[in-house]
């Protein structure tokens, strides 16, 4: 079953604007970047939310020096933001967090997303995470820790991995995974475990894994602005829509067991 109710409702994003959140600024667990549809506003309509994980590359502590945090905005979403190149179907909020203690933590980021939804307008049934490289292991390891707890109502790692033998927490959870065969930072039988692991559950949506031939660590910028449609391995799930599409399609409710 898929879900694309409401979104079209939602008011032309025209342009927004793009803060920068040094840590310590704010009550949250992390320094961030926020995006902020053109028509938003306090009380306003709840917009879809976008989570991106950044990787091993970017990580620092803005509490020190405000611009650090500017090192997020090198990849992914907030990049095409930056850019003025942001142009999904439909609006949303876009929210680039940065590591500033090692890795990803599940439980950190879980503060964080309940954060957002307290401090935003967020349609908590509408909650995505993207992430690339040390992000997409993030993800994994958010997944697989909270399962049908998490806020997540669907996924994109992109050159991840994860631990393959807690993915039942998984289940519930559309997610489509994205690698380049070849990879030398992140082996692509990484992503191939996880989702394999995934499908091997039977999970009411098949994991898709997509992988781009002769491409090595970074097949994220490919995938985010979707210039890798075509390029991609046949034998694999194919790139034939955006991965924000995609998202789009699926909310909270429709596989999570509520307990």
């Not at 994980?53 to 090198?74: F, P, T, W, Y």
């Not at 050159?159 to 992140?186: E, Q, R, T, Y």
């Not at 692509?188 to 491409?215: E, Q, R």
Request: include cysteine; aromatic fraction near 12%.
């Amino acid at each position: 079953m898929k879900d694309s109710s409401n979104l079209e409702n939602l008011p032309t994003d025209i342009g927004g604007i793009h803060n920068a959140y040094p840590l310590g600024i704010t009550a949250a667990v992390y320094g961030y970047y926020a995006y902020l549809p053109s028509v938003y506003f306090k009380n306003g309509p709840k917009y879809p939310l976008l989570l991106f994980l950044h990787g091993a590359g970017e990580k620092g502590n803005s509490a020190n020096d405000a611009k650090v945090l500017d090192i997020v905005l090198r990849n992914g979403p907030p990049l095409l933001i930056e850019e003025k190149k942001w142009k999904p179907k439909y609006p949303m909020v876009v929210v680039s967090p940065q590591a500033h203690e090692g890795g990803w933590s599940a439980v950190t980021i879980h503060q964080f997303i309940k954060y957002l939804i307290d401090n935003y307008e967020i349609d908590t049934q509408r909650i995505y995470i993207t992430g690339l490289s040390m992000g997409a292991y993030g993800t994994f390891s958010y997944l697989t820790s909270s399962g049908d707890n998490c806020y997540v109502a669907a996924a994109v790692p992109i050159c991840g991995g994860g631990n393959s033998v807690k993915v039942l927490g998984m289940k519930h959870i559309p997610v489509w995974a994205f690698h380049g065969d070849d990879d030398n930072i992140v082996n692509v039988d990484n992503s191939k475990h996880m989702i394999d692991a995934i499908n091997a559950l039977k999970p009411p949506v098949k994991a898709k894994l997509t992988i781009y031939p002769g491409v090595g660590h970074n097949s994220w910028t490919m995938t985010y602005n979707g210039t890798g449609m075509g390029k991609e391995s046949t034998v694999y799930d194919p790139f034939n829509m955006s991965i924000y599409d995609w998202m789009f399609q699926y909310t909270w409710k429709q596989f999570k067991i509520i307990k």
